[in-house]
């Protein structure tokens, strides 16, 4: 009653504005009371309309009105103030439709600051003090005020859930323990409990590991776009100062490479944006998945912990690799070496450099490598057309068929000298360089072996030039009826599997991956190469004891 007659008591000397004790209080002409302070405010507000209104019952008075003290009103405050009216509790203290309210009070109920696991009751601040202070009560748990109480009451026993089944997954009281659960794997709650925050932190770590991940991923990306940027920018330049020597008849032709050069550049930058993107994105719903977890490690109920735990949702799958591993810009560089070995024969390949410029440009892939090919359609997508180069021919190699054949003859051919040609050991290099992604297939002929290579344009040709494959320039494989063997720097390696008169070879050269693939109904891998390119890559063929060769055409 004491309560009532007080919360009464407060709302009438309280100003309706700020809801306070009135300061200083003043009535208006309709007989409703504020504080002096906030009537003025209010009516400060509204004297730009020329008229001034009651907040209670919205009366209007013309002028404004002078207002005086209440003084009786005055001297109520100051005696209620003695008397316990500042010690009331505030509106805001009362429990709400949203709140956990305390069990204890009586008439209108206070907020509850704590719930205790062991009374299964929740107390506001009056309530609590036992529990904060009686030495028996002091043992009790204390957690944040849950509605959930009687979620940890066993519904057969009536008894406080303090255990846990393991082999049903579900939380049990002492005698569920003991009966229907006897022959189960059962701990306390607590012992379960640490179980599951024990692995609750070790994914949290995992999530928190794979966010540094992909926030290097990104980094790593963000320099990507810069390299793709630079190296795109020095291509058309020298593109530009190679074209501008050729005035009239280049004009058209310098326009269409930095079109091209742009375009790609356009369409990788893009790629390495989205995949930023996607990354940032996994990081957001990472976070977000991280977050969720803190939110039930910090849950202090162990049975309403153990109630969520299960609602988990699985940690997905990364959508990227745990690391990227950005290899050294090499592409566009290509662009610039190609035209220039067009400036030196333009009158005579102006037509076919167009499309040899442009397949070099759209190449470019400064990303992480992609897988290798699987089937031989899959290979073809990366197939040119190459064709062998005279001036490098051994003068004992017979070019024919447009510069595709090469055959071994007894008899020396009449060649031109020229310091592109291999003098010593029948060799032949291709004339188009191997970039980008490419494939080709060699087929074999002939008794004799025949060696299948990529090369550096500046292996030794004169004099005393090695074999390809005996060289730190050149990578080969020696095939023939009886064996099949891998060469490089002068070190060869048996290599096993099925032999087959046509080679096919697979080059990713900003990966730096080079393979060799038997080539019959299906493509079986003979060897695969891990390496750095850094120039340009050329065929090469040689051919021992009556053999030939084929740059098969693919397309």
């Known amino acids: ?31 409703h009371s504020y504080c002096k302070s906030c009537i003025n405010t209010h009516w400060d507000i509204e004297e730009e309309r020329g008229s001034y209104s009651c907040p209670q019952c919205r009366q209007t008075f013309t002028p404004r009105p002078v207002l005086g003290k209440n ?4 001297d109520l405050v100051e005696e209620m103030k003695k008397t316990g009216l ?18 204890v009070c009586t008439g209108r109920t206070l907020k509850a600051l704590k719930s205790c696991l062991v009374c299964l009751d929740s107390y506001c601040e009056k309530h609590l003090q036992r529990h904060l202070q009686s ?37 049990i009281c002492y005698f569920c323990s003991v009966e229907e659960h006897k022959d189960h794997n059962t701990v306390s709650a607590a012992a379960e409990r640490t179980e599951r925050q024990r692995e609750l932190g070790l994914r949290r770590q995992t999530i928190q590991q794979r966010v540094q991940d992909t926030e290097k991923d990104v980094k790593l990306l963000q320099q990507e776009e810069e390299a793709v940027n630079g190296s795109a920018d020095k291509a058309v330049e020298d593109s530009e100062e190679i074209f501008t020597e050729l005035i009239r008849l280049l004009e058209k032709r310098s326009s269409d490479v930095k079109q091209q050069i742009r375009s ?12 930023q993107e996607r990354l940032e ?107 062998l180069d005279p001036n490098t021919a051994n003068t004992h190699l017979l070019l024919s068929e447009g510069n595709r054949i090469v ?6 051919q009449s060649y031109s000298d020229h310091p592109d040609r291999f003098t010593y050991w029948p060799q032949v290099m291709s004339r188009e360089s191997l970039t980008g992604r490419c494939y080709l297939e060699v087929e074999m002929g002939g008794v004799g072996g025949v060696c299948v290579a990529v090369t550096y344009k500046n292996i030794s040709r004169a004099g005393g030039e090695r074999m390809f494959g005996f060289n730190d320039t050149s990578w080969s494989l020696y095939c023939d009826g009886n064996r099949q063997d891998f060469h490089y720097n002068s070190m060869w390696t048996p290599v096993a599997g099925p032999w087959s008169s046509r080679v096919g070879v697979y080059l990713d050269h900003s990966a730096g991956v080079l393979s060799f693939y038997s080539v019959s109904d299906t493509m079986t891998l003979l060897h695969r190469v891990q390496t750095t390119c850094t120039q340009p890559l050329y065929a090469g063929v040689g051919l021992y004891n009556g053999s030939t060769a084929e740059l098969c055409k693919l397309k």
């Open 135 to 171: 030495a028996p009560f002091k043992r009790h748990k204390l957690v944040e005020p849950s509605e959930k109480l009687q979620e940890n009451i066993c519904s057969r026993h009536d008894e406080v859930m303090k255990m846990f089944c393991r082999t049903d997954q579900e939380g």
């Open 264 to 275: 790609q550049q356009e369409t990788e930058v893009s790629r390495v944006r989205e995949l």
């Open 86 to 103: 500042q010690n009331a509790p505030a509106d805001h203290c009362y429990s709400g439709p949203e709140d956990v309210a305390c069990d």
């Open 1 to 31: 009653m004491e309560q009532q007659e007080n919360h009464l008591a407060r709302q009438i000397l309280s100003c309706s504005i700020c809801v306070d004790p009135l300061k200083d209080p003043v009535t208006t002409g309709c007989g």
């Open 281 to 387: 994105q996994e990081i957001t719903e990472l976070r977000r998945k991280e977050h969720e977890l803190k939110q039930l490690s910090d849950i202090e109920d162990h049975n309403q912990f153990l109630h969520n735990y299960p609602s988990l949702s699985p940690l997905s799958k990364s959508t990227h690799s745990s690391s990227i591993r950005i290899r050294p810009l090499r592409d566009f560089e290509d662009v610039t070496a190609a035209v220039s070995q067009v400036r030196g024969r333009i009158q005579d390949i102006l037509s076919a450099t167009e499309t040899e410029i442009w397949q070099i440009v759209s190449r470019v892939d400064v990303l992480l490598p992609q897988p290798e090919p699987e089937t031989r359609a899959d290979f073809f997508k990366y197939s040119q057309e190459f064709t």
């Open 71 to 74: 003084t009786m009103l005055a």
């Open 407 to 412: 055959t071994l003859m007894s008899r020396t």
